[in-house]
């Protein structure tokens, strides 16, 4: 079973150094960062299971941190940190999206009790990204109508283009052979030599990318298959 991929977000060099070590023993696969601005870079670059953040940061606060993040797209479970104990700012951090919230000085085991809650409640096999509505650069896809726009113009898809790009944000950040997509998105149980995926992530690439040559959302990982960065 694979670790768990866990974002820690703290500022006190200390705090960072000794939660990382506890996470790391308990099983997690701890990244760090340091300042919100690092922490929204992260957050919306890889795939975590969940993001431990800490109110009070450098560059911008948590809340902005986890505004940012829902305004992504990012449905990754978010547990806020913070010295504060007013209520008035735990409303205001879940209403920003936090999951949920814990006050320094805090026991270490009721944090990895608060994380593995909201690994439990957290949607499985979406990688933490919303499957409604998704935005990366000025590209914004809504599953449920099924439409793509750029800078809200309507592009048009053919419904495999569609269903290709659907499972991309699905498995952001991860390596997807063209087997895998054969069989998860054309429905072959036996993947035939084709050419049909390669294809189709060209077709994609003409209508999403700033410039199809150098592409910087689908990218090809080469002897593997391609990677969703969006």
């Known amino acids: 079973m694979p670790e768990k991929r866990l974002l820690l977000v703290e ?34 670059g890889e795939p975590f299971d969940v993001i431990v953040l800490d109110v009070m940061l450098p560059g911008r606060d948590g809340f902005d941190v986890a505004k940012t993040i829902r305004q992504q797209g990012i449905q990754t479970p978010i547990l806020m940190l913070t010295a504060r104990s007013q209520v008035v700012d735990r409303v205001v951090g879940l209403k920003l999206g936090a999951d ?13 009790a608060r994380i593995e809650a909201l690994m439990r409640r957290a949607p499985s096999g ?19 109508k099924t439409e793509v726009t750029m800078k809200g113009q ?12 659907k499972y991309f944000i699905e498995h952001r950040g991860a390596t997807v052979s063209r087997d895998e997509l054969l069989h998860e ?3 072959y149980t036996n993947a035939p030599s084709t050419r049909t995926v390669d294809v189709h992530v060209a077709w994609l690439r003409q209508k999403l990318e700033p410039n199809p040559r150098v592409p910087q959302y689908i990218l090809t990982v080469h002897g593997l298959g391609y990677k969703f960065s969006g």
Request: net charge negative; glycine share 10%.
């Open 11 to 44: 500022d006190e060099p200390g705090l960072q150094l000794a939660l990382s070590d506890r996470l790391s023993a308990e099983g997690y696969a701890v990244e760090t960062a340091g300042d919100g601005h690092a922490a929204v870079a992260r957050a919306t």
């Open 100 to 112: 949920d919230y814990l006050t320094k000085p805090f026991e270490t085991i009721e944090l990895l």
């Open 126 to 144: 979406a990688g933490g990204v919303s499957l409604e509505r998704y935005q990366f650069g000025d590209i914004a896809v809504d599953v449920r």
């Open 154 to 165: 309507l592009l048009e898809l053919s419904a495999k283009e569609f269903q290709l790009l």
């Open 185 to 187: 998105v054309w429905g």
